[in-house]
């Protein structure tokens, strides 16, 4: 976008001159690449995976301490808690420390996607500058290598069709 926008520009104010960027090193493609760092956000995406497994454990663990600690509330004849109430409590923050951590994770997934993607269209456009392209050959290299990344683990059939997300 900001280099679409800076040629835009280059080419409005300095119509009278020839406006050509140009690479002419070939380590362009060995820094594109290692920008991407798809390691990083797949790490992300296997942290949420775990994490909500995670919960989902310790939740279900949660509610079957509160169950026996409610059946030994409704016996008539008191019996000891056997520690119960204190396995709750550590459950509990448990729960709230995963809470965290995924929160944590969602806004580290977040800024990788949002890494990921403007690498993907630099790379894009700079192969665009590097190649000469047309248009149509652009939306051929946008189409194939997508800037655009689903950072969401529920991913929509087709993101642009705006009807099934309303």
């Known amino acids: 976008m900001f280099f679409e926008y800076l040629v835009c ?3 409005i ?3 009278n001159l020839i406006t050509t960027i140009q690479c002419k090193s070939k380590q362009t493609n060995i820094i ?3 920008c991407f760092k798809l390691h990083i956000f797949f790490q992300h995406r296997l942290n949420a995976e775990s994490c909500k497994e995670m919960l989902a454990q310790r939740a279900s663990q949660f509610r079957a ?3 026996r600690l409610l059946t030994r ?3 008539k ?3 000891p808690l056997q520690n119960l109430d204190t396995l709750l409590e550590g459950t509990y923050r448990q729960l709230i420390h995963l809470a965290d951590t995924i929160q944590e ?3 580290a997934l977040e800024v990788s996607s949002n890494a990921l993607c403007c690498a993907s269209n630099l790379f ?3 192969l665009k500058l590097w190649t000469n392209m047309s248009d149509e050959e652009y939306k051929v290299l946008q189409s194939s290598i997508t800037p655009l990344v689903v950072d969401s683990l529920d991913v929509v059939s087709n993101p642009l069709d705006q009807s099934k997300l309303e």
Do not use: E, V
Request: net charge positive; charged share 25%.
């Open 9 to 11: 520009k280059l080419d």
């Open 13 to 15: 104010n300095l119509r």
């Open 32 to 34: 594109m690449f290692s």
């Open 65 to 67: 301490i509160q169950r």
């Open 73 to 75: 509330f409704k016996d």
């Open 77 to 79: 004849t008191p019996a």
């Open 105 to 107: 994770n969602n806004l």
């Open 124 to 126: 894009n456009f700079i």
